[in-house]
T-cell receptor, first 108, second 120 residues
Framework: SFVLTQPPSVSVAPGMTAIITCGGN??????VHWYQQKPGHAPVLVIY???DRPSGIPERFSGSTSGNTATLTISRAEAGDEADYSC???????????FGGGTKLTVL | HLQLQESGPGLVKPSGTLSLTCSVS??????????WTWVRRPPGKGLDWIAS???????HSNPSLDNRVTMSVDESKNQFSLRLMSVTAADAAVYYC????????????WGQGILITVSS
């Protein structure tokens, strides 16, 4: 089955740029989506289709995909950005949704 | 605007069946513009897709669940439901209902989630 690999944790200083990666075979040819989930809350879509941002999501959040790696970039990181971030794709060969294992972002 | 709300027992016995319902407001569960989905998050683990259903009843589910899953749509109550059979401790999780649009393979609307514990 299709596998998405994320680092378990990433740390960033306030005001700096956080980069969270998601690895998978030929990701560039799939649509990669990103979710933010804070403790006790439901996931929130922050990036869809590699780089599009839903309304209401700050411009500080951006996404890109090249080859086998998708990247979520959070510029000017804030304490409120501390959360778990998960990538997701649709595996069309098996008609199933696949999530990455999630990355815990710490802003310190 | 569209809102989703999960409901269910909270506690399920091992080998029993978990039944959850998602109430839809702000749209019809019979809408052609939504696929209705269940996702869960076990403690300390990542998000796990369970299954999705279209208003026609067409369903696809995570093969890792070994055919233990059924989903249904109830247009009269504007709800959709999940049944997960033969539960084990590994099925303990926060369960979320969510929506995706046809040909859009991401989930833009989520319920708040419901914690399910598996214990005798």
């Amino acid at each position: 089955s299709f596998v998405l690999t994320q680092p378990p944790s990433v740390s960033v200083a306030p005001g700096m740029t956080a980069i969270i990666t998601c690895g998978g075979n030929n990701l560039e040819r799939k649509g990669v989506h990103w979710y933010q989930q804070k403790p006790g809350h439901a996931p929130v879509l922050v990036i869809y289709s590699h780089s599009d941002r839903p309304s209401g999501i700050p411009e500080r959040f951006s996404g890109s995909t090249s080859g086998n790696t998708a990247t979520l970039t959070i510029s000017r990181a804030e304490a409120g950005d501390e959360a778990d971030y998960s990538c997701q794709v649709w595996d069309s060969s098996r008609d199933q949704v696949v999530f990455g294992g999630g990355t815990k972002l710490t802003v310190l | 605007h569209l809102q989703l709300q999960e409901s269910g027992p909270g506690l399920v016995k091992p080998s029993g069946t978990l039944s959850l319902t998602c109430s839809v407001s702000g749209d019809s569960v019979g809408s052609t513009s939504s696929y209705w989905t269940w996702v869960r998050r076990p403690p300390g683990k990542g998000l796990d897709w369970i299954a999705s259903i279209y208003y026609t009843g067409s369903t696809h589910s995570n093969p890792s669940l070994d055919n233990r899953v059924t989903m249904s749509v109830d247009e009269s109550k504007n709800q959709f439901s999940l049944r997960l059979m033969s539960v084990t401790a590994a099925d303990a999780a926060v369960y979320y209902c969510a929506r995706r649009r046809p040909f859009k393979y991401y989930f833009d609307i989520w319920g708040q989630g419901i914690l399910i514990t598996v214990s005798s």
